[in-house]
């Protein structure tokens, strides 16, 4: 049987109440996708650059950073964070049956924290980078509760494209939300106070949405297992980290070794989504509203170039799509460095990042899912999150500490190179269906 036809045959069996769910869920990464694009990735970095420019660096508590290298280091901090939050968060979800419960709690949280963005100045911008770290883990957690739901929702065969159409989604709503900010920045002759709005604003828009459908639409989980009784959760959530690292390394190791690869590329993805703005800002001097063209632009490129990837899974196999992927982002870096001076080329630059990146995190999320135990999705998923923000600090730290050496940000983003070449040669050797087969599920009707 062909892999299109098994598509089509999964597609049609699936319940109204099924798809109506799939909405939902999707919806939560139109939401909470605005304060990636808008927040992190766009207006949150050249904002504090430009109050840190005008303070003459950042005063912390009489220690003075330098204002290129601020943002990078809470970026860096709130990543390591997430890492001793999301543990906890996985032992609840798949100890309790408040799973929904727990994700629209910690959304609240992200998009309140957001709004408050809106209240920092130059006089505040320890502020800022609190209320960030606060949203940053927030969203964070609510995302491992999130992805868990993925293999709830549909077989194997669909979560290639399902996951793509949730990237897809994000990017499209990331997309809606920069364009109104785009036209605030058009309208308002105060950049300072139109960065204020936009990113306190994102906190409005993410908690509409996320509540609006995916809290609507989205039901509740019972709990996957009996949680141990005399048992804290501090504890059971260090013992499960513990237990599952155990049997990820001795029950799935390709499981384990692709876990290894994806903590390292990933890292190397989510820096340059950080610094990118910033990069532009400091090197090329790109005003706030060009750069808000271009992350518009990016927001839209990149909902095709998830489906393409997507489709492109279905044809070749995830892991080799990836592959594809990964090369891709060398080259990308590759001419940041040698090329990149002026803005008709950091457009040119936005838009094949744009076609590779929500291909390379949809992907990520579907091949994973495909090679952890049923029942366990919220504690792998957790793990997943983990492992991720678990290195995910070091390339914003070594960006940040490259930048202050070296006092150039060009120089500083070759070091991002690494991270995509091991990352390669370790997924390179992995053997999904060796993994999926470990693991308990069925491979039968994917393309490998």
Known sequence: MSTAVTIEQAEAEMSPETRSEIFGWKMFDWGWSAFSTTVTTALLGPYLLALGEDAGGVDFFGFNIDEGSYFPYVVSLSAFLQVLALPLIGSIT???GAKKKLMMTLSVIGSVATALLFLVVESTILLGGLLFIIAAVAFSSASVIYNSYLPDLVPPVLRDRVSSAGFAYGYLGGAIWLAIN??????LNNDGLAARISLGGTGIWALVFILGYTGRLLKERPA???RPPGIGWLELSSSSVKATLKELRSKYPVTFRYLI????????IATVITVAALFAADELGTESSTLLLLVLMIQFVAVPGAIMFGRLAERIGAKRSMVINLFVWVVLVLYAFLFLTN??????MGALLALVLGGSQALSRSLYSQMIPQDKEAEYFGFYEIASRGTSWIGPLVFGLANSIFGSQRNAILVLLIFFVVGLALLIPVKVKEGMLAAGQDPTGLVI
């Open 94 to 96: 798949d100890y309790t």
């Open 261 to 268: 690869a994806y903590l390292i590329f990933n890292d190397g």
């Open 182 to 187: 785009f036209g605030l920045f058009s309208v």
């Open 343 to 348: 803005d008709t080329q950091l457009f040119v």
């Open 224 to 226: 996957a297992r009996e």
